[in-house]
């Protein structure tokens, strides 16, 4: 027989059993009609940036190189990997490969700060230097991520306007600088989607004005005719000006994302507080310092990118199109002349396997299409393609 003070005990165990399991199952009840968590207000009408993939034969539209590094670099590159440590942490300063892009700079490893692509360059700018109760400066139409970057780290986005060449007035940058101050000023040279290089003289003017930093984003810079790290000396350069360079164009090493940028001393060590440990991978800090032995491989393809786009510019000129004088491996035209509207005549082209990037829906760019320069036979592809459907 059970002893007469276990039936309450077996009672009562029951009854919290029950109420366990009532609890429970409200609790389940309540997880699954739970929502997700919202995102931040202020992300909410913002979209991510993209460019369309798509698989066609010939692909033009997000100025990549048109051709890879030599072998010689994939075999350096493959020796190199092969004595890595891997079970170990990558080195955090990444202090070989900034030592590397001072000497190709002329400058000191202090003033070389490396990231996962000049993007992650930018969004460290702005966590520094920028937040919420500050602004930054574009002038449009422009490189489309540094508003969305930007606004990502809750800056405010001022923009101006450029001229219908592409360039950027002293009196906008005068006006803009003026009236909003701020924190950070950002200049695309040479200009994405234009093409075109920023003026010295504006540049000038930014550094003289502006109440904080002058970013010079250079991911074309090697195709331009001057550039702005000329000014970033040692011996007392300015103390605002940031210039921020990219592997991924002229080094043909988009598959790396691997950015970096020279600025003045003492700024990298600010970065430290808000970029996340060890974020330069072993693999791109080695990849970025092989690629430096073959500076002569990358200012020939530099060369003969040029030779392309210049065959290219000469051929939509001929074909009666608007446009743009470009400074970089890639050039913006205008169909309206034609009596084609953009959006037809990118599908057009997707239709015949070629793709270019539609900046038709952007603001002031109605009409336009932005072709990479490819290799010769994709350059030919692509004029022999425009060249049907608007004829």
Same mark, same amino acid.
């Given at each position: 027989m059970k002893p007469p003070e276990a039936e309450p005990r077996t009672r009562a165990a029951r009854e919290r059993s029950d109420q366990e399991r009532e609890t429970t199952g409200t609790a389940a009840r309540g997880l699954s009609n739970r929502r997700t968590p919202a995102a931040r207000e202020d992300l909410r009408l913002l979209d991510g940036y993209h460019s369309p993939q798509i698989e066609v034969d010939v692909r033009l539209n997000t100025n990549e190189a048109p051709v890879g590094p030599p072998p010689e670099f994939a075999e350096a590159l493959a020796a190199e990997l092969s004595i890595v440590e891997w079970h170990r942490y990558p080195d955090r300063t990444a202090a070989k490969l900034r030592a590397d892009l001072a000497e190709l700079h002329g400058t000191d490893p202090e003033r070389i700060f490396v990231a996962n692509g000049s993007n992650e360059v930018l969004q460290t700018l702005c966590l520094t230097y *920028?937040?919420?109760g500050r602004s930054v400066a574009t002038f449009e139409s422009t490189y489309a991520m540094y *508003? =969305?970057?930007?606004? *990502?780290?809750q800056c405010a986005v001022v923009e101006g306007e450029r001229h219908a060449d592409g360039s950027v007035s002293v009196y906008e940058l005068e006006r803009v600088v003026e009236r909003h101050q701020p924190s950070i000023v950002f200049l695309c040279s040479p200009n994405n989607p234009t093409g075109t290089p920023e003026r010295i003289e504006v540049l000038q003017r930014a550094l003289e004005i502006a109440p904080g930093l002058v970013v010079v984003d250079e991911a074309y810079g090697q195709f331009a005719d001057w550039s702005a790290i000329d000014l970033c000396d040692n011996a007392g350069g300015p103390d605002n000006l940031v210039v921020t360079r990219t592997y991924s164009k002229t080094w043909a090493m988009a598959g790396a994302?691997?950015?970096?940028a020279v600025v003045p001393a003492g700024m990298a060590a600010e970065f430290e507080k808000v970029v996340l440990p060890y974020h330069v991978d072993t693999f791109k =800090?080695?990849?970025?310092?092989?690629?430096?032995?073959?500076?002569?491989?990358?200012? =020939?393809?530099?060369?003969?990118i040029v030779t392309g786009r210049e065959r290219i510019e000469a051929a939509l000129t001929e074909m009666g199109l608007e446009v743009w004088p470009s400074q970089s491996n890639f050039i913006l035209f205008r169909t309206t002349a034609s009596g084609h509207g953009g959006n037809e005549v990118w =599908?057009?082209?997707?239709?015949?396997?070629?793709?270019?990037?539609?900046? %038709? %829906?952007?603001?002031?760019?109605?009409?336009c299409l932005r072709v990479t320069v490819g290799t010769p036979a994709e350059n030919d592809r692509f004029l022999e393609a425009l060249s049907a459907i608007i004829s």
């Open positions: *920028g937040g919420a *508003g =969305q970057i930007a606004r *990502g780290t994302r691997l950015g970096y =800090q080695i990849a970025g310092r092989v690629a430096l032995r073959f500076t002569d491989d990358m200012e =020939q393809r530099v060369a003969a =599908q057009a082209l997707v239709d015949r396997s070629v793709l270019v990037r539609n900046c %038709s %829906s952007w603001p002031r760019l109605a009409d």
